[in-house]
């Protein structure tokens, strides 16, 4: 349940459609994500700096966007910037936790800086964000984004908690996804419009999202992850691919994750993959995609806006196509 | 420059002096703690909750709760807990990096679950610090905390960056203590009250605070410190005793702090102390808690208050006399 892919942008179909307003909004969010990591600061920032220039797929602002809609004010865009300093802080945390030496293909903070100050950097990060958004004294959205921040960090926890438990449940599973994923799509949207159908879409393809993460942790092929096969089970994290084989495969409970090396753990890609929960996990994913888009069949979205957001929803899923 | 003592609270006297109403108030920011700390959700806060129950002098909360004096409403309460969360996050997230296994003579989160865990637990208290001032919509608190818990990050960042390097000056040791200590104190007054000379007053005993912090790490005794001498020092973190000892003796110009181990980082705090420089740092610390008191001297304070913040001011420096 780590969150990274190499894969491209999954969304060139939603700026084409957008040509119109999202592109240069995008832009603003980008500008201020660039003062806010502390490019001002000259070398304080720097660390700061290299994470954002790294780059990323930006799904979560353009969630706020898109939900905003075009007539979106200034505070959409300071909310996106927001939502992905909040993201970004959380990515350069966990590359701290994981030691791991790239993300996206870019060296991480930690590689870079060392320990002391990617925790500082994250810190760093999340301040900027929550300062980003009392600059207009909006309290509503600092209170729903200290709510998904926390969650990230709950969810964090669970998952150090749970990590080598074979045995954890699915019900267990899905809390992590909605607390380290979910949560934060759904606040993302909830900044853009106060609208409870939208807070359920937001959930969902944020749980689609993770759960075709965890598919291709197990899947591969490395040469598209940008990452070895198995990393998940290598971490002792336990997802649902692993969860739903053992359920056919009941043998894989046997199988004790601390030991696990490398190679083993390509093995047990291979078996999970035989054991046919790959394909269960991917249509549950598929099916959470589709139910989001239902969400979106209201009066209360104009069709620019269904559309734009139903294509949102498609790039979540054509990442891993 | 590390921010710990086992020094019992240096309070009692303020305490007492206030015993009408500051107890009371202390107490409603007790529970607040103990309630954002995760107690509510069982396992996931247990991290959490031991760093809080760990104590400490609540000298920040105490400060909000003294500025916003006796008539201060809720508002003051809450930011008093959410000023010590992010007091609190900021020592996890130190001793993360430390590796610290005591602070306060009580194992730390890094020492009792790991690293892994200790990070998450840091994101969760920011987060819940934020959340506890935006409950209310209070746009003004959380950008002051937002600029403070930034601060602290880029202190972090500012003494990482200077390790090791002997040679840096006094006046960007001064910067450093601004971020990491003097700032949330500042940031403490201003959430009590809105007020010029109550933020200078905070400032200048966070900064008082911070000296004495370093005179206390060359010249122990580690029975009182609960630490031994010279931790800074093998940290690679150059204080002003070291600096301004080696304006009076240039020769310790030439020690490589990379390969001080525990018995030459002994020897260096006894060529600082024989310096003179302690006396040097002490007595700029005691004329600049003169200098916060003397920032009290106006009729915008009422006698009790300037009593009470005076008392704690002079509780600062007590804690090392």
Redesign the interface.
Request: aromatic residues 4%; hydrophobic residues 45%.
């Given at each position: 349940m780590t969150r990274r892919s190499a894969v491209p942008p999954p969304v060139t179909a939603v700026l084409d459609a957008s040509s119109r307003w999202l592109p240069a909004r995008l832009g603003e969010v980008e500008r201020l994500l660039r003062e806010q990591s502390?490019a001002r600061?000259g070398?304080?920032g720097e660390?700061a700096g290299a994470t954002l220039a790294a780059g990323g797929k930006r799904l979560r602002p353009m969630l706020v966007l898109l939900c905003a809609g075009p007539d979106g004010e200034e505070a959409a865009v300071r909310a996106a910037a927001a939502t992905e300093l909040v993201h970004m802080?959380?990515l350069v945390?966990d590359d701290?936790?994981d030691a791991a030496p790239l993300r996206r293909g870019q060296p991480t903070v930690v590689a870079i800086?060392?320990?002391?100050?990617a925790?500082?950097?994250?810190?760093?990060l999340?301040?900027?964000a929550?300062?980003l958004?009392?600059?207009?004294?909006?309290?509503?959205a600092?209170?729903l984004?200290?709510?998904a921040?926390?969650a990230?960090?709950?969810g964090?926890?669970?998952q150090?908690?749970d990590a080598f438990d074979i045995s954890i449940s699915e019900r267990r599973y899905l809390e992590r996804c909605h607390l380290k994923t979910a949560k934060l799509f759904e606040c993302a949207c909830l900044l853009g419009r106060d609208e409870a159908s939208l807070a359920a879409f937001g959930a969902e393809i944020g749980l689609a999202f993770q759960l075709l993460d965890d598919v291709l942790d197990v899947s591969g092929p490395p040469e598209r992850t940008g990452k070895a096969r198995g990393t998940d089970l290598l971490d002792g994290t336990v997802t649902l691919p692993l969860i739903a084989a053992a359920e056919i495969d009941p043998g894989i409970r046997a199988v004790d994750l601390r030991t696990l090396g490398p190679p083993a753990a390509e093995a047990l890609c291979d078996r999970i993959a035989a054991s046919g929960a790959l394909e269960t996990v991917r249509s549950r994913a598929l099916a959470t995609i589709a139910a989001a888009k239902g969400r979106l069949d209201s009066p209360a979205f104009d069709p620019e806006q269904r559309h734009l957001l139903g294509l949102l929803a498609d790039g979540v899923v054509q990442r891993y196509s």
């Open positions: 502390g600061e070398p304080l660390d802080a959380s945390h701290v936790l800086s060392g320990r002391e100050r925790v500082a950097v994250g810190d760093l999340f301040s900027r929550f300062a958004l009392a600059e207009r004294g909006d309290g509503r600092v209170a984004l200290a709510e921040s926390s990230l960090a709950r964090e926890l669970a150090r908690r």
